[in-house]
């Protein structure tokens, strides 16, 4: 009896569960600068100034959405090895600074980028572009180990004539193409 009672009290609890609305005010926030750049070798300096939106913003609340995040009186300074060597322009069919110089981006080279626009503070970002890393040797084992399915699983060792700097690897492998004739793959 002691457990029906039990039973019909959470039943009971269950169908009269009250819900709470909470409404929270979250502080306007003055935009910040916010800057995008992709260095790679020997790649044109290309960057992107937009500005920070509240969180509750609606992203999409103009046709143009992206000229309303996008900042196009800014001023971005870019410097290698700490000396100013281009000012960027802004493209706005692209909504991106560009170099006018053709500047490039050289290995082993430190790279910092100030930016200045009205109305918000100044930026600045800082990256190494590091020299290029030389393979030195590739080995493969077939079949060297076995996976959690059983499969027999190569192992791929890659040797580097590495620079004495910190860097950062991004090695793809892909598959080759193969076919079935009927008697096996080629």
């Known amino acids: 009896m002691k457990k029906l009672v039990y039973l019909f009290t959470i039943i009971l609890f269950s169908l009269f569960a009250c819900e709470k609305v909470v409404y929270i005010k979250i502080p306007p926030k003055d935009p910040k600068l916010v800057v995008n750049a992709e260095l790679a070798k020997d790649s044109l300096i290309v960057l992107a100034v937009g500005k920070s939106r509240h969180v509750l913003d609606n992203v999409y609340s103009s046709p143009s959405y992206i000229e309303e995040f996008m900042v196009s009186n800014a001023t971005p300074v870019i410097y290698e090895n700490g000396t ?103």
């Open 84 to 186: 100013a060597i281009d000012t960027l322009v802004y493209v706005p069919s692209d909504y991106q600074y560009k170099s006018m110089h053709n500047k490039r981006i050289l290995l082993g080279n430190t790279y910092s980028i100030k930016v200045t626009a009205p109305g918000f503070k100044d930026v600045t970002a800082e990256s190494i572009v590091p020299t290029q890393s030389v393979i030195t040797e590739v080995s493969r084992v077939k079949n060297a180990r076995t996976n959690s399915n059983g499969e027999q699983v190569d192992e791929i060792t890659i040797k580097l004539n590495d620079p004495a700097e910190v860097n950062f690897y991004l090695i793809r492998f892909y598959s080759a193409y193969y076919s079935y004739n009927g008697g096996g793959y080629t």
